[in-house]
């Protein structure tokens, strides 16, 4: 599941941006911190788009904590001035901790009242060099408190993602439950209670992702090879999944990928 730039959509227009590990006691709780930082110029901005992954996402910025649900479109942000994020992606088996029902977060956030995690993770980033390492080690202590103990229940929630999302991941609902040992009932009534939406969601999410990071790398790649490679019925499919999703054409999105300075833009 892990990929240095999959689900951003234009990787050469970021900031500097970093991908680390959780530390070891929270790698049940995170797939990995994320940490954009910034500094555009006055009366400029950057413009970041993303697909992001079917998971929920715990960011310290600005002094607030939010946490944000699972995103049905592409979403895009307009950096301004100097600033930076810490975000972890989180594993099925922290959402219990941090909200009852994660469907109600879906295309939305909502606060969270943490001001020790606010204080750790801002001190970390204003102690100089060395300071993303610091900055996750104090959130993946944080949220190993905030969690406690895990179940069998909540292994399993994990275990859901890694056959929906990772590198050997399944093509079918059917293939996925039978991976897990559940119905395909189950299935369902796991995901919607730590994603907050279906395994055909996931499943269809982690098709664009690759289908998108796939013609970004190699922009020569035949789109009817590539339909059938990730499972999408034909050329048609992957061509309403990407206007569905990102609201634009393969061949539309394939050609602005290819654009390898920031996007910034005069603000009036």
């Keep these: 599941m892990v990929s240095s730039t999959r689900g951003v959509l234009y990787p050469a227009r970021l900031p ?17 911190f994320w940490i954009p930082e910034w500094s555009i110029e006055p009366g400029r901005s950057s413009r970041q788009e993303i697909v992001g992954y079917p998971a929920l996402n715990l960011v310290v910025e600005q002094g607030v904590v939010t946490l944000s649900g699972v995103t049905t479109r592409a979403s895009h942000r307009d950096l301004r001035g100097t600033g930076w994020a810490v975000g972890a992606l989180l594993r099925p088996a922290a959402v219990a901790a941090l909200v009852d029902d994660p469907a109600m977060l879906v295309d939305t956030q909502q ?10 993770v801002s001190a970390a980033m204003a102690s100089g060099e060395g300071r993303r390492v610091r900055a996750v080690a104090v959130f993946s202590d944080w949220l190993v408190r905030r969690v406690g103990p895990l179940d069998d229940a909540a292994r399993h929630a994990n275990a859901l993602v890694e056959v929906l999302m990772g590198d050997d991941s399944a093509d079918t609902i059917e293939e996925a439950a039978m991976r ?21 969601a996931m499943i269809r999410r982690r098709r664009l992702q690759e289908a998108a990071e796939r013609l970004r ?8 090879g590539l339909a059938a490679e990730l499972g999408y019925a034909d050329h048609a499919h992957l061509t309403r999944d990407f206007r569905s999703i990102l609201g634009m054409a393969p061949r539309t999105y394939r050609a602005g990928s290819s654009e390898q300075s920031p996007d910034e833009s005069a603000q009036a």
């Design 111 to 120: 606060t969270v009242d943490a001001p020790e995690l606010v204080e750790a």
């Design 217 to 224: 790398l190699d922009p020569g790649i035949d789109l009817s």
């Design 180 to 200: 897990l040992a559940v119905s395909t009932r189950t299935l369902q009534r796991l995901c919607h209670r730590h994603v907050g939406v279906s395994p055909a």
């Design 16 to 32: 500097e941006f970093h991908r680390l590990p959780p530390e070891a006691a929270a790698r049940d709780l995170a797939v990995w």
